[in-house]
Structure formats: C-alpha cells, structure tokens
C-alpha cells in the first residue's frame, strides 16, 4: 500500500475514533449522572449499570484501536509499515487496505487468536 495513502487512512479513521470515543465517554457519564438522580426499585438499578459497563467497554475498544493506529503511524515514520511487527515478514496490500493499521500477517493473526 502507498505510504501516503495508508496514513491519509489512518490519519482519517484516528479522527473519527477519537470522535466516536468521545461520544462514548461522554454517553457512559451522562448513563453514571443518571444512576445518581434517579431514585425507583432494585430493578431499574441495574439497567443505568448495564448501560455503564457498556459504554466502559465501547470506549476501551475505542482506544485500542487509536493506539494500533498510533502504532501504525510510529511503524510509517521509522520506515518499518507494512511488515509484520512480530516476523518482519511483508504484510500484502490486501490485508492493508482491509485494515491499514494490521500489525500482522493473516496467518500470524490466526495463530495468535488460536492460542
């Protein structure tokens, strides 16, 4: 993949991650606001909580996938993008324009994700 256009991409999905984690972040203190004021019966207890713990886990996924791509931002500037971070083996254009940010080879990814 041409290096200018994979952090062109990357560049462009960071910001909109940013934005959907800052919806996220801000949805799960508006649910945490709303468990304070509200009063009611054990059941709708549980509903505001379920509701954080969602919102938690959206905005985790968020920064994990900044940080791949910061990661992948650091790989395009020390020249090292588009090689498997884990065998320096070429990562194919295929596989980056699925997922410019993709720190592995598809069969390391598999192997990893089949420990």
Do not use: C, H, K, W
């Not at 996924?61 to 588009?82: H, K, P, V």
């Not at 980056?96 to 990814?109: C, S």
């Amino acid at each position: 993949m041409d290096q200018g256009v994979a952090r062109e991409r990357l560049t462009a999905e960071r910001a909109e991650v940013a934005r959907l984690l800052r919806d996220a972040v801000s949805a799960g203190q508006q649910d945490r606001e709303t468990e304070v004021g509200e009063t009611g019966d054990y059941a709708d207890a549980a509903q505001p909580l379920t509701a954080q713990g969602i919102d938690d886990a959206i905005a985790e996924g968020f920064r994990a996938r900044i940080a791949a791509i910061d990661r992948a931002l650091q790989r395009l500037d020390n020249g090292s993008y588009g090689r498997s971070v884990l065998s320096g083996e070429p990562i194919p254009d295929e596989r980056l324009d699925a997922d410019p940010a993709a720190e592995l080879t598809i069969e390391e990814a598999r192997a990893r994700s089949a420990s």
